[in-house]
Structures are given as C-alpha cells and as structure tokens.
C-alpha cells in the first residue's frame, strides 16, 4: 500500500534551517503532484508548497523566498529546505501525494521554532 513518511522535524532557533524528507513507497511516485502542508494549534491545515512530477513548484505567500520544495524521482522522496524560520512557522507538517482524486498524506513531523 501507499506510505508516505516524513522526517526531519524538530525544535530550531528563530532564524534556523530544517530540511524535512518524504520519502514514498507502493506508488508511481514520479507521477504525482507532491505537496508540503502544516497545521498549528487551533489553525486548519494550510499548504506551503507543491511541486509537479516535472518540477513545476508553487508557494504560499508566507513561505516564498525561505522555503524550497524539491523532489528525487529516483529515490521517491520529497523535500522542503525550510530557512530563516519564524515562530509562525511552528507547525505539525504533513507530506502529500495527489493525482486526480487519489491523496495520501503522512503522519506528520513536529516543527518548533523557538528561543
């Protein structure tokens, strides 16, 4: 079956860098529109970024400039290089994969930015 499981999380400084990993299996994962979303307490869950199968990558406002989403076809994983992070950003970060009316998500990594 479809997995997709994130790592990289943690607790950084204002500031900081993480990179998160989602690494996928039990789909043809070069196909698929892979997606970074986050969720804070008390907030809904929102999308940071997406990228398509042939690269193409779009972001949300807050995030553009300080994060990069990549992905590795060959190695079925995504990435989000997250930089000059700000306690805004200190979320439960969820992977996704969608294409036409399929979605998976992850479980989900903790992100803290804090002093």
């Known amino acids: 079956q479809v997995q997709l499981v994130e790592s990289g999380g943690g607790l950084v400084q204002p500031g900081g860098s993480l990179r998160l990993s989602c690494a996928a299996s039990?789909?043809?994962?070069?196909?698929?529109?892979m997606g970074w979303y986050r969720q804070a307490p008390g907030k809904q869950r929102e999308l940071v970024a997406v990228?398509?199968?042939?690269?193409?990558?779009n972001y949300a406002g807050s995030v553009k400039g300080r994060f990069t989403i990549s992905r590795d076809n060959v190695k079925n994983t995504a990435y989000l290089q997250m930089n000059s992070l700000k306690p805004e950003d200190t979320a439960v970060y969820y992977c996704?994969?969608?294409?036409?009316?399929?979605?998976?998500w992850g479980q989900g990594t903790q992100v803290t930015v804090s002093s």
């Open positions: 039990g789909m043809a994962f070069s196909i698929y529109v």
């Open positions: 996704n994969a969608r294409r036409l009316d399929l979605q998976y």
């Open positions: 990228i398509t199968g042939g690269g193409d990558t």
